[in-house]
């Protein structure tokens, strides 16, 4: 049994953006221009992976040595391409052509084989090809590998970097894939390369003792007695899907991963288990009113605990989410159901009121709960009841896609496919009859909102459901959404402002906004499955509307003015 206390506020919570330094494959943007070839990730069998594990890569130098072990179990395709970079000869007579004491030193351009190539040009080669990121959980400590590459994560070729002083910003945007080993005289090597003295671009003036003389590979190679690397709990990583770019959660600690819903980050508690809420962020704005109106933030709940046979009953994990200090909950909803693995899962749909302060608010709660091996999880949706249904979809894309350890491996967990499942969803998004009009959102569509009354209004759904469906669903939807939120939101609360205290002001604003709504109910009739499909449509859309609200006003404003000169 689980409890959440419930506390009224209207605290608003700011992130700060954090901008790290980018380790580029060069010093200017122009890195990696020559490469045009991406290889396709391969995927490796565990033998495979423990073959690359029982390799190690050797860079001879002028002043002594250094030795790399690797991780292909975190970054199989990077350790793949680097061991056979390796073999063939390619860093031979490469030279660390980028030396930054207490940052990194930086190796793997062929430009610098040649002794009177231009200098100007060092940092911008690689081997003609680049490869996806396999970012990790792995801490960019002192002594670490990773790869070096340019503003998109899939820019990776030949060049890499070594960490000579913790560096842990660099965390998650770099895949890291191997570290010096210790009690080899490596870090004393590294040292010697971060104390030559550099040019002011960072490159070295002793070109022959920045220079790996022969990289080769030691085979076989074991790592008894060393420490494993430090890592970190979690990872965020983007993760392109057939329309767009979704934010993965990985916990490596727990072995959990799942989606993040649109604009909803994730906290993580503490203790010896999964203990995780997943909440909308600040730039979320439509359920800011929910806040500001009821007090509470909506919240999804992943949880895991050790799996307790005296509350487990025909396969499931027979235990209830409650608030701490509401009344005795109402069940709604309570199924058991199978996955198509033949895995069950215990599914409550239940209602809690909760009294503070002479006021009665009710919760609603949707919980799904499950086992494997050794761990009984919980993945808990609560938010006040008037707006349960508005976020519902966040805790359909959580299950969606959440994946723990079955039968040894990362395996989804396949519920929401279920029929139950999807059934009790239709019912938590369906309007309750009747039901009151809820307060006007912050947020979403503001001055459409003000205009139709409610959102419930059917334009405002059109716009929303043509965001969430079609924009959202392409990488280039969801850039052209970043930017125009930054504008529209510089103004709309102004307007929508207005519109409220001013009805003919109201009755001019939906008047404009008609044909913007015709022009969009083209998109529903679009099957748009690709970034270029979404360009042409989108592109296509945004002329129709210049010229409905710019060119034609203009054209008649012309002949109306011709039409007086010849009176």
């Not at 727990?254 to 203990?275: A, C, I, M, Q």
């Not at 508005?390 to 894309?397: D, L, P, R, T």
């Amino acid at each position: 049994m689980a409890f959440i206390g419930v506390v009224k506020t209207s605290i608003m919570y700011f992130k700060f953006l954090i901008i790290s330094i980018v380790i580029t494959s060069g010093f200017v943007g122009s890195a990696f221009a020559q490469q045009s070839v991406q290889l396709t990730p391969q995927e490796f069998s565990q033998e495979e992976i423990d073959e690359m594990k029982h390799r190690a890569v050797l860079f001879n130098m002028y002043d002594g040595t250094l030795m790399i072990e690797l991780f292909p179990e975190d970054a199989p395709n990077t350790v793949n391409n680097f061991l056979k970079l390796v073999e063939s000869g390619y860093y031979d007579g490469i030279v660390f052509h980028r030396i930054i004491p207490g940052f990194v030193v930086q190796a793997g351009d062929p430009n610098t084989k040649d002794p009177e190539a231009d200098r100007s040009k060092w940092g911008q080669g690689g081997s003609g090809y680049q490869i996806n990121e396999e970012f990790n959980t792995l801490q960019h400590d002192r002594g670490i590998v990773s790869m070096a590459r340019g503003d998109h994560p899939d820019t990776a070729s030949s060049q890499f970097f070594i960490v000579h002083k913790d560096s842990n910003f660099l965390d998650g945007d770099y895949t890291t894939f191997g570290r010096l080993v210790t009690g080899t005289y490596s870090f004393r090597q590294l040292d010697n390369i971060a104390n030559l003295a550099t040019d002011s671009r960072d490159a070295p003036l002793d070109v022959l003792r920045a220079t790996i003389i022969e990289a080769t590979i030691l085979d076989p190679y074991t790592a008894a007695g060393f420490a494993d690397p430090d890592r970190n709990e979690s990872i965020i990583k983007k993760i392109r899907t057939v329309g767009g770019e979704v934010d993965n959660y990985f916990n490596y600690l727990h072995k959990v991963s799942f989606d993040l819903p649109y604009r909803w980050d994730v906290v993580e508690g503490t203790g010896d288990y999964l203990n995780l809420v997943v909440e909308p962020d600040i730039l979320e704005h439509n359920v800011q009113a929910q806040i500001e109106e009821g007090g509470f933030i909506p919240q999804i709940l992943i949880t895991s605990e050790e799996r307790n046979p005296s509350r487990e009953s025909a396969g499931v994990s027979t235990g209830l989410f409650l608030i701490k200090g509401g009344e005795e909950p109402k069940v709604l909803s309570n199924y058991i159901f199978e996955n198509d693995d033949g895995i069950r899962a215990h599914v409550l749909v239940t209602t809690q009121d909760m009294i503070n302060e002479n006021e009665t608010f009710q919760f609603k709660v949707i919980q799904l709960h499950f086992l494997n091996s050794e761990l009984s999880y919980s993945i808990i949706y609560v938010n006040l009841a008037d707006w349960f249904r508005y976020e519902v979809n966040a805790f359909v894309q959580t299950v969606t896609n959440f994946e723990v350890v079955f039968d040894g491996k990362m395996q989804p967990i396949n519920f929401a496919q279920s029929p139950v499942f999807r059934q009790l969803i239709a019912d938590a998004k369906a309007e309750p009859e009747p039901e009151p009009i809820p307060p006007a959102r912050i947020g979403g569509c503001l001055i459409a909102t003000a205009s139709y009354g409610s959102e419930l209004a059917t334009q405002v759904q059109q716009l929303r459901e043509l965001r969430d469906n079609t924009v959202l669903q392409t990488e280039s939807g969801s850039v052209f959404m970043a930017g125009f939120n930054q504008f529209y939101y510089s103004f709309s609360p102004a307007v929508a402002d207005y519109e409220r205290q001013n009805s003919t002001f109201k009755e001019a604003v939906k008047l404009t906004l008609t044909p913007l709504l015709t022009s969009l109910t083209l998109l529903q009739y679009a099957d748009i499955d690709s970034e270029s499909e979404m360009l042409g449509y989108g592109i296509g859309i945004i002329l129709l509307n210049i010229g409905m609200y710019f060119v034609a006003p203009a054209i008649l404003i012309m002949k109306v003015r011709s039409f007086y000169k010849l009176q």
